[in-house]
């Protein structure tokens, strides 16, 4: 499987806190992500949040690169993913998250996952750009990082098994 192959992104944050910790949680999964990938930052997050990212990914272990798109629409043209999820709240949610197919899509496509980084998550013309997933039903919502951490960790223990 190829870390080239999972794009995730955060997408549309004003907290610099949210974009150091989202790449700090993205650099702690190797294995699966090689490369940062945020759109629509502002504020903030733009001029202290993305130079930390960027600092976080080269000083890791395996590193990749910091993309920085001004929108979703913008990574879609520019990667060309095969397949395009975006993790929303089960309210927005079209199916559950399945670990196992989305492994195997990894394995022979380009997967593109969008994370929404502000409370008011994305918005349903964003939501209508991929299929809509959602985390187990007992989660609730949660903040961007959680949802990621929990994402890829499904993913990685999925891997192991």
């Known amino acids: 499987m190829s870390t080239q192959n999972l794009l995730i992104t955060l997408h549309n944050t004003h907290s610099s806190n949210t974009v150091k910790l989202f790449a700090n949680t993205v650099v702690n999964f190797p294995h699966l992500c090689k490369n940062l990938i945020f759109s629509k930052i502002t504020s903030s997050a733009a001029s202290m949040g993305i130079p930390d990212a960027q600092k976080i990914i080269l ?13 979703i629409q913008d990574i879609i043209e520019a990667l060309n993913p095969d397949k395009i999820y975006l993790l929303a709240p089960k309210r927005f949610g079209q199916k559950l998250v399945l670990f196992s197919d989305i492994i195997q899509e990894i394995k022979e496509q380009k997967v593109l996952v969008v994370v929404g980084g502000s409370p008011s998550g994305l918005t349903r013309k964003e939501l209508d750009l991929g299929e809509c997933i959602f985390l187990e039903e007992s989660i609730k919502d949660l903040n961007p990082v959680a949802s990621t951490a929990i994402f890829l960790y499904g993913l990685s223990k999925q891997i192991s098994e």
């Open 59 to 71: 000083g890791s272990e395996n590193p990749g690169s910091l993309f920085f798109f001004s929108d």
